[in-house]
């Protein structure tokens, strides 16, 4: 009974291995009235891309495809499942996306910057001619 078990065991991990696949996040140029992000489940990342692009498999990125605005794969989770998938698209896709973080972490650069160069007149005097 034991041996059976064992079997019966491996042969699921090796099920449950095989129906892995890859959890992926796509960032748009422009936002869409949806948004700006599309998070997707696969097991073949490449084939679906590829779907992508052709305007099938996805009615948001083929709204994006029609409206001409670009959109790139930004982010991949391998090893991953559809339960994966549910808890990304929980997420805030903002903090998840790198193209998001590194607009937002330029702003509050901006930000800091801006707020420095008022706080200090130095910054204010105009250069004296040589």
Known sequence: MEKV?????LALFEL????????YLVHLEK????????????????KRVALHRSGEGAKFLKQANEA?????????WMNAD???????KSMSARIICPVCKAKAAEIARQKKLLQVS???PSVHKPL???
């Open 5 to 9: 078990l064992r079997i019966s065991l």
């Open 128 to 130: 004296e001619a040589a």
């Open 68 to 76: 001409g605005i670009g959109w790139v794969v930004v982010r991949v």
């Open 82 to 88: 559809t339960d994966k998938e549910k808890s990304i």
């Open 31 to 46: 936002p869409l009235p949806g948004g700006r992000h599309y998070v997707g489940y696969t097991s073949d990342l490449e």
């Open 118 to 120: 008022r706080s200090d």
């Open 16 to 23: 449950h291995n095989e129906a892995m696949g890859y959890v």
